[in-house]
């Protein structure tokens, strides 16, 4: 780590204009904390390279690998990630510092003339990226007694948006987070609920990574971390890890708080795996105490992926046919 004062700290981040935005305010933070200048260091990472579909090269650590690689050569000093793309595995050089606070969870449609999904014609061709999506999307379009076709699609906001904007596809599903990170929240269209579309473990949320013998540097960080953000992202990525599942699976996760009256006094984790044709899905919660350790909100995580394998969750992540 630079451990002058006067020197900047390196802020590794991808170079998408999302992974720009959220490193640069998370480095406005970082400067507000430990008065030093920091200064984004942009790489490239092999799922911005790669044109295949992320269910084809893996998901888990495409968007990952070459951060993490800088941070243990030394060329940055901490990193940005969105959570939902890291591993669940931590490695143990590594140290996720802070978890600040998180972000719109929802999913959001950017639809042709500013449709609804309940308004969606009938036969209507969304665009997505995540079989988590795509299972989720067909299973909702059969509750309403309509028919879609998912289209599989890679690109980054622009690029996804275009699709609609140019009449190829009808709609795109993309994270409500990431639009409102580059200030484009309102080309949503609508904004799909969390009781009709369960969000990726972790989505919304951001890690900020650094080596772990950066012991000064961990606690500056750490100033930045949001308890309950932290508690309910564990929880969330111990149930993904329990289904040993990565992003590219059809596994959706959500935690919030519930509170009795102005006491939050208890966490719910929701979780949903699918068939990609939507026909079939295990959705199953469980609510417990809020978290006040680490290992208690893995257990809230491994107690629902229990539960989800027991009503045969592992089958359906792996059916792929549509």
Known sequence: MNTRPDQPLRLGTRRSKLAMSQSGHVADAVREVTGRPVELVEITTYGDVSREHLAQIGGTGVFVTALRDALLRGEVDFAVHSLKDLPTTQPDDLVIAAMPRREDVRDALVARDGLTFEQLPDGARIGTGSPRRTAQLNHLARTLGKRIETVPIRGNVDTRIGFVRDGELD??????????????????????SVDSILPAPGQGALAVECPASSTDLIAALSSLDDPHTRAAVTAER???????????????????????GRIVNEMRLRGVVGTLDGSTLVQLSTTGPVPQSYDEAMALGRELADEMLAKGAAGLMGERSL
Not at 245 to 257: K, R, Y
Request: charged share 20%; glycine share 12%; proline share 2%.
């Open 171 to 192: 709609a795109v599903v993309l994270a409500a987070a990431g639009l409102n990170r580059i200030g484009r929240g309102d080309e949503a269209t609508d904004l799909l």
């Open 238 to 260: 111990s149930l993904l890890a329990a289904l040993e599942a990565g992003c590219s699976a059809p596994v959706g996760a959500f935690a919030d708080l519930l509170a009795d």
